[in-house]
């Protein structure tokens, strides 16, 4: 997993090479409340998914 901005591009690189799916976590601003998306980077092109977190509970929603 990689998480947007936290490496740099040369190491996302290295880094995807390794496995069959890489996913990167992107953190934005959406109205006032913050959004995490799961985006998979090889494997599963054209495809997102927003994380919700409630109690422990973690929920996927492809988007």
């Not at 740099?8 to 880094?15: P, V």
């Not at 990167?24 to 995490?36: N, P």
């Amino acid at each position: 997993m990689l998480v947007d901005g936290a490496q740099s591009k040369k190491d996302e690189l290295l880094i995807s090479t390794l496995f069959d799916a890489v996913f990167r976590l992107k953190k934005r601003l959406a109205g006032d409340d913050w959004e995490i998306l799961l985006i998979p980077e090889v494997c599963i092109q054209n495809r997102m998914y927003r994380l919700r977190y409630d109690r422990g509970v973690v929920e996927l929603e492809q988007i």
